[in-house]
């Protein structure tokens, strides 16, 4: 095996380790994820890998998968019947409501604290604020969400408080495993621009800042501290990213564009294992 195979099947053995952990803890087997590993492989051939912009044809992506013609066929079936939107757009509008009850001026005191709102009565409303930002998800649905995530309470005279200013689902929500998969595939994405990017095409930033030899002790401090000027940057960053959306008129040709922020512990080291 040459160097190149080598390393490549040890990083797939890494990036799949915590995927295959997300799986195993909801009860998915290796055969359901071996299945649905082909859809993906059929997904990502043909969509990145056709000629003059179009997508790839059935020939070329047998060739590229491994996969039989007629098996690429069938998943692109299963792919074209299990598409769906829809998907993530519940935990993106949980996001958003949030994050512009902290920012607009009607709901907010345009220093980035979010009043406190009635459920439908007056003109600046909780419901007020999903019409314009939660799309068609019903009033209803997305505050017993925000309620039961701990992202909004209720006080004592029945107003709706926003308690924090990102969504971020129960540990046991389903909403939970969703975000996990945007957030590996936001990752994911990044790296794999930076691999293959032409020599012309700028990098995307993704850097790490690590230590191998950091005492257990200060792992909650820097819990804290992220916690502290982790969440400063990213609420800069999120006001920043309003802004342009508000410049942005109807012709204009948009992306999703955003950044993201992650801790990072490892297994403890010793440093004769580090310096082998």
Known sequence: MDEYRRILIDACRRLLQPIARIMLRGGMT??????ISKSV?????????????????VSRTSILTGLTRREVKRQREILHDQFDESLTRKTNNA????????????????????RE????EGEHSFTELLRRYAGDIPPKAMLKELVTSGAVEQTGDGRLRAVH???????????TLRRAGEVLEDIGTTVNHNLGREAEEPSRFEGRATALHVP??????LQALLEDKGEEFLYMIDDWLAEKEREAGKDTDTVRLGV?????QGPQQTREESDE
């Open 260 to 264: 993201g922020l992650y801790f990072i």
């Open 216 to 221: 257990r002790a200060a792992v909650a401090e």
């Open 165 to 175: 200013r990102y969504y971020m689902p129960a540990a046991t929500d389903t909403e």
């Open 95 to 114: 996001t958003r409501v949030l994050a512009r009850w902290h920012q607009d001026p009607d709901f907010s005191d345009g220093d980035g604290k979010p």
């Open 41 to 57: 492989f059929v997904q990502v051939a043909t969509g990145d890998y056709g000629i003059g912009g179009r997508p790839t044809n």
């Open 30 to 35: 290796w055969r359901e994820f071996a299945d």
């Open 117 to 120: 709102l009635d459920y439908e």
